[in-house]
């Protein structure tokens, strides 16, 4: 019922800025929320940034604030991770994630409050 596409990935050098796309399709109208998760090669997934999906209140990492910032166009059923300022230690694959059963809990930060899970879109960042 809920897929997600992810988009917009690639290479960047140091101190570049990149931007992430997540197209939802489904029953979206359920969607309590939406989150970015990355994860590196022998890493643990590590959260991102969250967003409401329908108030649009956001929160994220502390090593994030500041760097990214994650939006929503409902319209278009797509979130979006601006990322800027990138170091090295972003090289990660970006995985957005959709949490729309029950037990919602704000701000969702684990990868186990989430349902639904895009394909991952490689960034990697150059020295």
């Known amino acids: 019922q809920v897929q997600l596409v992810e988009s917009g990935g690639g290479l960047v050098q140091a101190g570049g800025s990149l931007r992430l796309s997540c197209a939802a399709s489904g029953r979206t109208f359920s969607f309590y929320a939406m989150g970015w998760f990355r994860q590196a090669p022998g890493e643990e997934r590590e959260f991102v940034a969250a967003?409401?999906?329908?108030?649009?209140?956001?929160y994220y990492a502390d090593s994030m604030k500041g760097r990214f910032t994650i939006s929503r166009d409902n319209a278009k059923n797509t979130v979006y991770l601006q990322m800027n300022s990138l170091k090295p230690e972003d090289t990660a694959v970006y995985y957005c994630?959709?949490?729309?059963?029950?037990?919602?809990?704000?701000?969702?930060?684990?990868?186990?409050?989430?349902?639904?899970w895009g394909q991952g879109a490689q960034v990697t960042v150059s020295s």
């Open positions: 994630a959709a949490d729309w059963t029950h037990g919602h809990r704000w701000p969702a930060t684990d990868p186990y409050e989430y349902d639904s």
């Open positions: 967003i409401s999906w329908s108030g649009g209140s956001t």
